[in-house]
């Protein structure tokens, strides 16, 4: 512990000085006595104080000058708490919270004799470790204060806290905010730190622990730097006003420690770029170092010496992490309405507030002189619509409960508005989900459904609602707009379009992409190059079969096993002139699509009787609303429906994953598309079509085809244990599963029954239990469908 003969002087002016420090005007003298009620409050002993909510003057309204002075009168009554009830833990070098408890161990550097002007800086130094037993975590504890003398800030403290777990996220923790708070408070009252130059930093685990806490505690940070750590499930979103570092080294790949750091700085540039007044960072991947850089690290500490925190920012975003909070600069939310992926994005211009939200509801808004005008009107807006256009009243009230919820006169206000957010735009619940779903990325898919024309609304929210997670990460608005500006173009276009049901559009020609192809901007480039071959079409399976006898020599794209790869995206494979059965397809697919045709690559992963995987072609064809198939680059005399695969495909076994069909699809269906190329890849969505082409036996003479179907009350069908019998002979049954919606529509379950006789269906589906007695016909088939 050290004292110095200036601190008494500094610490009566702190309060003040800190709270005008950051007005608009030049510092002054506050001559204005806080209200005499409030005197006469703080004279009483704190313990019999009553509460201060109770007591009328303190949610009188109060001047400028009195809520400066009653400011700086509340702060001087807790600096005098804050020095009789923290003393202790701070002469034992240790917090303790509700039992956990904290060691540090903290050392100065410049002159100590000369406090700077407005006060010192603080950096806060976690060490690494993690899932290890204690002697290993307080090995690293040593190390990170030796680093101290390494890292050498020109002036400050240096503070090396242990964490209070050895748990390999023993720096996520909700109880370590609570911690550094309170550390923050105790040097701010202590060791004259000013609260506006505090630091984070840490390597490995304590790397972990930055990525972490910087953005979830951004409010309280000058700057942060992180060392050769890994973020785990963190978002750089919210450190739009914190400086922010990373290093690691080029071989550190434990962890993909030094891939995950590249792609932060990835997402901070495009932040930034999107936002230029935020996000200052730097990305140093050290070449040739590994998970130990040679102190070349040090570099963050003279970079983040650069800069003071802003308190009072004019833009915060503010994204929850899994450790939520209610406060963030000048914005607040209740605890109960708080929850991990929610983000809200606050301006400030002029007497202009502006809250941008789609998954935030209840918020208030905390003001202070410092801010704007407080004896003018406040505006808060929210999607066009005015929330709160008023004067605010500064009371005594505000100013204690905001001051004692942070410790922080920077971040105490005088005056609060609550107000609602609405739900900003049109979109779903299920589309907001996958904007947030996408991380950094959400900026790219908000921008679309915001800037899609309104009657390309439903197209735009159906591909943001069930693009696969690798999509939502990296697809830009405008390649979107574009793909669905073309798809709707060519819907128009196409003779037999407003034939196309809505379903069939939006899932098999809306869409960018059919499998794991690269994503790209295929429409217009094949659009340009077909259409000249299908003059006089007048149906999609006319040109679905134009396009197949033509299409490949008019592109030069030929079968060959040396092909660059199995997925190749039609602009690939024309680029390349080779492709395999899966690039053919997928061409052939695309190019129907892009003059308005419904089409989808079909697939077996396993042929029944010979070896080897193939995949073709389906089309929707308006003339009999149904799917129809075609070889790709394998056209056949007989037209639709026709090729040398057909009769390995009679052989498909539908409840037999290896040797089923099926058929791509954009929406998820519960069943994946099978990919020899990659085979571990399972978001890419499918149905199950082998009834189309399985062998179809006809009923034996004198009895009748049962085709069963079950559905819940949603109209969905579901796999329900469905069992069948002879009512007069019950212990003549036949079980089955019935099928659910990744089966093709016309996949029925089936049962042949004795023509004319009476059968007893019973269904068992989640403790759901139905019979159903039918009669069976005279021949032929019959569709018993029941609905739970």
Same mark, same amino acid.
Request: charged share 20%; aromatic share 8%.
């Given at each position: 512990?050290?004292?110095?003969?200036?601190?008494?002087?500094?610490?009566?002016?702190?309060?003040?000085?800190?709270?005008?420090?950051?007005?608009?005007?030049?510092?002054?003298?506050?001559?204005?006595?806080?209200?005499?009620?409030?005197?006469?409050?703080?004279?009483?002993?704190?313990?019999?104080?009553?509460?201060?909510?109770?007591?009328?003057?303190?949610?009188?309204?109060?001047?400028?000058?009195?809520?400066?002075?009653?400011?700086?009168?509340?702060?001087?009554?807790?600096?005098?708490?804050? #020095?009789?009830?923290? %003393? &202790?833990? !701070?002469?034992? @070098?240790?917090? +303790?919270?509700?039992?956990?408890?904290?060691?540090? *161990?903290?050392?100065?550097?410049?002159?100590?004799?000369?406090?700077?002007?407005?006060?010192?800086?603080?950096?806060?130094?976690?060490?690494?470790?993690?899932?290890?037993?204690?002697?290993?975590?307080?090995?690293?504890?040593?190390?990170?204060?030796?680093?101290?003398?390494?890292?050498?800030?020109?002036?400050?403290?240096?503070?090396?806290?242990?964490?209070?777990?050895?748990?390999?996220?023993?720096?996520?923790?909700?109880?370590?905010?609570?911690?550094?708070?309170?550390?923050?408070?105790?040097?701010?009252?202590?060791?004259?730190?000013?609260?506006?130059?505090?630091?984070?930093?840490?390597?490995?685990?304590?790397?972990?622990?930055?990525?972490?806490?910087?953005?979830?505690?951004?409010? #309280?940070?000058?700057? %942060? &730097?992180? !060392?050769?750590? @890994?973020?785990? +499930?963190?978002?750089?979103?919210?450190?739009?006003? *914190?400086?922010?570092?990373?290093?690691?080294?080029?071989?550190?790949?434990?962890?993909?420690?030094?891939?995950?750091?590249?792609?932060?700085?990835?997402?901070?540039?495009?932040?930034?770029?999107?936002?230029?007044?935020?996000?200052?960072?730097?990305?140093?991947?050290?070449?040739?170092?590994?998970?130990?850089?040679?102190?070349?690290?040090?570099?963050?500490?003279?970079?983040?010496?650069?800069?003071?925190r802003r308190p009072l920012p004019d833009k915060v975003v503010w994204y929850q992490n899994s450790v939520t909070h209610t406060r963030s600069y000048w914005l607040e939310r209740p605890a109960a309405e708080v929850a991990a992926g929610q983000k809200l994005v606050a301006q400030r211009a002029g007497q202009v507030i502006t809250l941008t939200s789609a998954n935030v509801n209840?918020?208030?808004?905390?003001?202070?002189?410092?801010?704007?005008?407080?004896?003018?009107?406040? *505006?808060?807006?929210?999607?066009?619509?005015?929330?709160?256009?008023?004067?605010?009243?500064?009371?005594?009230?505000?100013?204690?409960?905001?001051?004692?919820?942070?410790?922080?006169?920077?971040?105490?206000?005088?005056?609060?508005?609550?107000?609602?957010?609405?739900?900003?735009?049109?979109?779903?619940?299920?589309?907001?989900?996958?904007?947030?779903?996408?991380?950094?990325?959400?900026?790219?898919?908000?921008?679309?459904?915001?800037?899609?024309?309104?009657?390309?609304?439903?197209?735009?929210?159906?591909?943001?609602?069930?693009?696969?997670?690798?999509?939502?990460?990296?697809?830009?608005?405008?390649?979107?707009?574009?793909?669905?500006?073309?798809?709707?173009?060519?819907?128009?276009?196409?003779?037999?379009?407003?034939?196309?049901?809505?379903?069939?559009?939006?899932?098999?020609?809306?869409?960018?992409?059919?499998?794991?192809?690269?994503?790209?901007?295929?429409?217009?480039?094949?659009?340009?190059?077909?259409?000249?071959?299908?003059?006089?079409?007048?149906?999609?399976?006319?040109?679905?079969?134009?396009?197949?006898?033509?299409?490949?020599?008019?592109?030069?794209?030929?079968?060959?096993?040396?092909?660059?790869?199995?997925?190749?995206?039609?602009?690939?494979?024309?680029?390349?002139?080779?492709?395999?059965?899966?690039?053919?397809?997928?061409?052939?697919?695309?190019?129907?699509?892009?003059?308005?045709?419904?089409?989808?690559?079909?697939?077996?992963?396993?042929?029944?009787?010979l070896e080897g995987n193939h995949t073709w072609v389906e089309i929707w064809d308006t003339t009999d609303s149904a799917w129809h198939f075609l070889g790709a680059q394998d056209p056949d005399p007989a037209g639709l429906d026709h090729g040398w695969f057909a009769d390995n495909a009679a052989d498909a076994i539908a409840n037999q994953y290896e040797h089923a069909i099926y058929?791509?699809?954009?929406?998820?269906?519960?069943?994946?598309?099978?990919?020899?190329?990659?085979?571990?890849?399972?978001?890419?969505?499918?149905?199950?079509?082998?009834?189309?082409?399985?062998?179809?036996?006809?009923?034996?003479?004198?009895?009748?085809?049962?085709?069963?179907?079950?559905?819940?009350?949603?109209?969905?069908?579901?796999?329900?244990?469905?069992?069948?019998?002879?009512?007069?002979?019950p212990a003549q049954t036949c079980q089955r599963t019935s099928h659910d919606e990744s089966a093709d529509a016309n996949d029925y379950l089936i049962f042949d029954w004795p023509a004319g006789t009476r059968c007893a269906v019973k269904v068992d589906y989640k403790g759901q239990t139905q019979q159903q007695i039918v009669t069976a016909g005279s021949g032929g088939i019959q569709?018993?469908?029941?609905?739970?």
């Open positions: 512990m050290r004292y110095f003969t200036v601190f008494r002087l500094w610490l009566a002016a702190l309060p003040l000085l800190v709270f005008l420090g950051c007005q608009s005007h030049s510092p002054g003298v506050v001559s204005v006595k806080p209200p005499a009620n409030l005197h006469q409050w703080l004279a009483q002993p704190a313990a019999r104080r009553p509460a201060l909510t109770d007591c009328p003057f303190a949610n009188a309204p109060l001047s400028r000058e009195q809520a400066a002075a009653t400011l700086t009168a509340l702060w001087t009554d807790r600096v005098k708490f804050l #020095r009789r009830d923290r %003393a &202790a833990e !701070m002469q034992a @070098h240790e917090l +303790d919270l509700d039992g956990q408890k904290m060691k540090f *161990v903290w050392m100065s550097f410049g002159d100590t004799n000369a406090i700077p002007a407005g006060g010192r800086s603080l950096f806060i130094s976690l060490h690494g470790g993690g899932g290890a037993p204690q002697p290993v975590n307080d090995e690293q504890w040593t190390n990170q204060i030796r680093l101290g003398q390494a890292y050498q800030p020109a002036e400050g403290i240096y503070v090396a806290p242990r964490a209070p777990t050895d748990a390999w996220d023993m720096w996520h923790q909700a109880p370590e905010d609570d911690f550094f708070a309170r550390m923050i408070e105790d040097f701010v009252v202590f060791e004259h730190v000013n609260p506006n130059r505090v630091y984070v930093m840490g390597y490995s685990a304590g790397g972990d622990g930055v990525y972490q806490l910087a953005p979830r505690m951004a409010d #309280r940070w000058a700057a %942060a &730097a992180m !060392m050769a750590g @890994h973020p785990n +499930d963190a978002s750089p979103l919210s450190l739009r006003n *914190v400086p922010f570092a990373l290093q690691v080294g080029a071989e550190d790949a434990a962890y993909h420690r030094n891939a995950v750091a590249a792609k932060w700085g990835e997402m901070l540039d495009s932040l930034r770029q999107a936002d230029p007044q935020g996000y200052r960072h730097f990305t140093k991947i050290y070449p040739g170092k590994g998970h130990w850089m040679d102190l070349e690290d040090r570099q963050a500490v003279p970079w983040m010496e650069r800069s003071t209840t918020v208030t808004v905390l003001l202070n002189d410092a801010m704007l005008d407080l004896d003018r009107p406040v *505006v808060i807006t929210s999607n066009g619509q005015i929330l709160f256009s008023n004067l605010v009243s500064r009371t005594a009230a505000n100013l204690a409960r905001t001051l004692d919820g942070y410790g922080d006169t920077n971040l105490a206000f005088s005056a609060v508005v609550t107000v609602n957010v609405p739900r900003p735009y049109w979109w779903s619940d299920a589309a907001q989900a996958a904007v947030e779903a996408a991380g950094p990325n959400g900026a790219e898919l908000e921008k679309a459904l915001k800037t899609v024309p309104v009657e390309q609304r439903p197209e735009m929210q159906f591909l943001v609602e069930n693009m696969p997670q690798t999509d939502r990460e990296n697809l830009t608005a405008a390649f979107l707009l574009t793909n669905t500006a073309a798809a709707r173009m060519e819907l128009d276009a196409a003779p037999w379009g407003k034939q196309i049901p809505p379903g069939v559009y939006l899932n098999d020609l809306l869409p960018y992409a059919l499998l794991t192809e690269n994503r790209e901007d295929w429409r217009g480039p094949l659009r340009e190059l077909c259409l000249p071959l299908v003059k006089g079409c007048a149906t999609p399976g006319a040109v679905a079969l134009a396009l197949n006898q033509t299409l490949y020599d008019t592109a030069k794209v030929h079968f060959s096993v040396k092909r660059y790869k199995a997925d190749q995206s039609p602009l690939e494979s024309m680029a390349r002139t080779t492709a395999s059965c899966t690039g053919l397809s997928i061409l052939l697919a695309d190019a129907c699509r892009s003059l308005g045709v419904p089409a989808r690559v079909v697939g077996t992963p396993s042929w029944v009787k058929a791509s699809s954009f929406k998820p269906t519960g069943t994946n598309f099978p990919m020899a190329w990659a085979a571990g890849v399972k978001w890419v969505n499918a149905l199950n079509v082998t009834a189309r082409y399985a062998k179809k036996t006809e009923p034996a003479a004198g009895t009748v085809r049962l085709l069963v179907v079950v559905r819940d009350a949603s109209g969905t069908r579901v796999p329900a244990q469905v069992t069948v019998s002879d009512p007069d002979h569709i018993v469908a029941i609905k739970l």
